[in-house]
């Protein structure tokens, strides 16, 4: 996925008054404020209760729904073999999203209030998760090495230390 499809889904989302926030590879990309590797698709977090919104936008774009894990995760793509990959989360009174079933051991997995940020795909604005939580959640599984490279370039900019896991 080219960098302008990236901002173009956001944007349609956006104009539609749809709240989300790039996580993975892109929304590394995003922190980094440059594009990094290549990426075969996009992963967003998004409002589970907007998920219906989310389905109508981004079939105007010529996406479908090709698996359907909700309310874990939903899968969509395209003709052309586009790919978005939706985290659906529900927020909570303090801000924390809660995206059901997602943790490791299948418990919630938190997205702190404090975990989004604004990034930067060509030098646009864009909504995204921190460093942070990029690496609170990638240390919760076995990383592939583009995973554990993206999470080097993350500590090494913003200081961090890795977890243990990558």
Same mark, same amino acid.
């Given at each position: 996925m080219q960098p302008d499809e990236v901002l173009e889904i956001i944007s349609a989302l956006q104009a539609t008054n749809l709240?989300?926030?790039?996580?993975?590879?892109?929304?590394v990309d995003a922190l980094l404020g440059e594009v990094t590797r290549p990426h075969d698709d996009v992963d967003l977090v998004v409002e589970l209760r907007d998920l219906p919104g989310v389905?109508? +936008?981004?079939?105007?774009?010529?996406?479908?729904v090709a698996e359907d894990l909700s309310p874990?995760?939903?899968?969509?793509?395209?003709r052309e073999g586009r790919q978005v990959d939706?985290?659906?989360?529900?927020f909570d009174a303090d801000g924390?999203?809660?995206?059901?079933?997602?943790s490791p051991d299948g418990s919630d997995c938190p997205?702190?209030?404090?975990?989004?940020?604004?990034g930067r795909i060509m030098?646009?604005?864009?909504? +995204?998760?921190s460093a942070e939580l990029q690496l609170d959640h990638?240390?919760?599984?076995?990383?592939?090495?583009?995973?554990?490279?993206?999470m080097v370039r993350l500590a090494v900019r913003f200081g961090l230390v890795l977890p243990s896991s990558l």
């Open positions: 709240q989300v926030w790039i996580d993975g590879g892109w929304g389905f109508e +936008c981004l079939s105007d774009l010529g996406f479908s874990v995760r939903v899968v969509l793509r395209s939706l985290h659906p989360v529900t924390t999203g809660w995206q059901v079933g997602a997205y702190p209030a404090d975990g989004f940020t604004v030098d646009e604005a864009v909504p +995204c998760l990638h240390g919760g599984y076995t990383p592939r090495d583009r995973d554990r490279k993206d």
